[in-house]
C-alpha cells in the first residue's frame, strides 16, 4: 500500500490540468422511482450552464447561509445546496438529520436563510404550523384568519406584506431568519406553496431531473404562479409535443445544461435524446410562460371510458387535508374491461391524529382511522368528476418504501 501526506503531494508539483467544457465531471444515478436507476454523465458545461441560469434567476449572495437537509448524491442538492452557495460565496450548514424537530434547531440556531428541500419536509412543516395555529387562542385564531385573508388580497393586488405581518409568528417557530425555500423532487399541494408564500417567505417551486443538471424552470421571487413550477431557466428551451386541446402534451428541453446521455446505454440514450431535445417523460402545459405539471407519461391512468386520469392531481387533493402523510394514486385493470379503475396506498398522519383516534389503551385505533380516511376519500370524490373517482384504497402504517433521494418508490406498487 502507497500512502501520501497532503504536504508530500503538494510539493511533488504535480502538473495542473484545466477541464474541458464537454469532458464528464461527475456520475450521478437517477432515483428509479418507476425502475431501475440510469447513470447519468454530467459535463463541466451541463453544471457550469446551470450554475449560471440558477444564479440568474434566484439571485443568492454571500451573506446567504444554506441548510443543506438532502445526501449530496442527489442532484438537486448537488447543485442548488452546494454548487450554488459556492459560487456566490455563501456558507452551507448541513442539517443533523432529516427529523423536522432538528432542522428547526439547525435553521434557527444557525440563523439560515436559504434551504432546499423536497416536498415532504415541506408538507410536515406545514402541518406542524397548522397545528400550532389550530391549539392558539380564539381570538388568536381570528387575529391569524384576518391577516391571512388581507395578505392574500394585497398579494393579489402585487403587494406582499406577509413578512411584516407575521414576523412575530415566525420568529416563534425559530424561522425569521429564513428569506427563502426552494421545493423540487416532487409535486407539492399549491395550497402549501400558497401558506408559505402569504406568511413571508419565498416559496420557490421548481422542476427538474437529473438529466438537466438538474433545474430546468423555477418561480422568480417577482413572478409566483401557485401551482406552476415557473419559467424555464433562461438558458433553457422548453416546448410541448404534441400538445391536445388544452396545449397538455409531453415536455421537452434543450439546453447547455442537458447531459450527453447514460453512461454504457446507448438504447435508453436514443430514446431520452432525439432530435436536439431530451424527452422528459413528464406531461404539461405553458401558460404565460410558466409551466405547469400535469403528471407523468408512466404514470398516466386510462379510465375505462378512454379519458386520461392524473394521479398527481388526485394526490394533491388528498394530502391537503392534513390528515395524510403520504399517497400514491395508481391504475389498476378491471377484469373484463377496457381501461383501468383508479386505486389508492394511503398512510395516514398519526400524529395528527393520534387525539382523535385512539383506543382504551391509549393505541391507535384502526377502525376510527380507516373511518376518517374513508370520509376524506369520499369527499375528494364528491369534488372531482366521476372517471376520476378513487374506487378503493388501501391503508397502511408504515411509511411508503422511498428510493435514495427521498421519493416514493412506485415500482412495487
Request: a positive charge.
Amino acid at each position: 500500500m502507497v500512502s501520501h501526506s497532503w504536504t508530500r503531494l503538494l510539493k511533488m508539483n504535480s502538473k495542473q490540468i484545466s477541464p474541458v467544457d464537454n469532458e464528464i465531471a461527475v456520475i450521478i444515478y437517477t432515483s428509479g422511482t418507476t425502475g431501475a436507476p440510469k447513470t447519468v454523465e454530467l459535463t463541466h458545461k451541463n453544471l457550469l450552464a446551470n450554475l449560471d441560469g440558477i444564479g440568474r434567476s434566484l439571485r443568492f449572495g454571500k451573506n446567504d447561509v444554506f441548510l443543506s437537509v438532502l445526501p449530496l448524491y442527489h442532484t438537486f442538492e448537488a447543485t442548488c445546496g452546494f454548487l450554488t452557495p459556492l459560487m456566490c460565496g455563501a456558507s452551507i450548514v448541513y442539517a443533523r438529520s432529516f427529523k423536522s424537530k432538528e432542522i428547526l434547531e439547525d435553521i434557527s440556531r444557525n440563523r439560515i436563510t436559504v434551504m432546499c428541500g423536497m416536498p415532504l419536509l415541506y408538507e410536515k412543516m406545514f402541518h406542524s404550523f397548522q397545528r400550532k395555529i389550530a391549539s392558539a387562542s380564539f381570538l388568536r385564531i381570528i387575529l391569524f384568519k384576518s391577516m391571512y385573508t388581507l395578505s392574500s388580497i394585497l398579494w393579489k393586488c402585487g403587494i406582499k406584506v406577509g413578512r411584516k405581518l407575521f414576523n412575530s409568528i415566525r420568529k416563534k417557530f425559530g424561522m425569521d431568519s429564513i428569506r427563502m425555500f426552494v421545493s423540487g423532487g416532487a409535486a407539492i399541494p399549491p395550497s402549501i406553496v400558497r401558506f408559505f408564500n402569504l406568511i413571508g417567505f419565498y416559496f420557490m417551486q421548481g422542476y427538474g431531473m437529473t438529466e438537466t443538471s438538474p433545474v430546468i424552470s423555477v418561480n422568480r421571487p417577482d413572478s409566483i404562479k401557485f401551482g406552476s413550477v415557473g419559467p424555464p431557466l433562461d438558458n433553457v428551451d422548453v416546448r410541448i409535443n404534441s400538445p391536445d386541446l388544452k396545449g397538455i402534451g409531453e415536455i421537452l428541453v434543450r439546453g447547455d445544461n442537458v447531459t450527453p446521455g447514460y453512461r454504457d446505454n446507448p438504447g435508453a440514450t436514443s430514446e431520452l435524446l432525439q432530435d436536439g431535445w431530451l424527452y422528459t417523460g413528464d406531461i404539461g402545459c405553458l401558460k404565460d410562460g410558466h409551466l405547469w405539471i400535469t403528471g407523468r407519461c408512466k404514470s398516466l391512468i386510462v379510465s375505462t371510458s378512454g379519458k386520461n386520469i392524473y394521479p398527481e392531481e388526485l394526490e394533491e387533493k388528498l394530502v391537503e387535508y392534513g390528515i395524510i402523510l403520504e399517497v400514491v394514486v395508481f391504475g389498476r385493470k378491471k377484469q373484463g374491461k377496457q381501461g383501468e379503475e383508479v386505486r389508492a396506498v394511503i398512510v395516514p398522519d398519526l400524529e395528527v391524529m393520534s387525539s382523535d383516534c385512539q383506543s382504551k389503551l391509549g393505541q391507535p385505533d384502526e377502525d376510527k382511522i380507516r373511518q376518517t380516511v374513508s370520509e376524506v376519500v369520499a369527499d375528494v370524490n364528491s369534488r372531482i368528476a366521476a372517471y376520476k373517482r378513487i374506487s378503493a384504497f388501501e391503508m397502511q402504517f408504515e411509511e411508503l418504501e422511498k428510493t435514495s433521494t427521498q421519493k416514493n418508490q412506485t415500482i412495487h406498487i
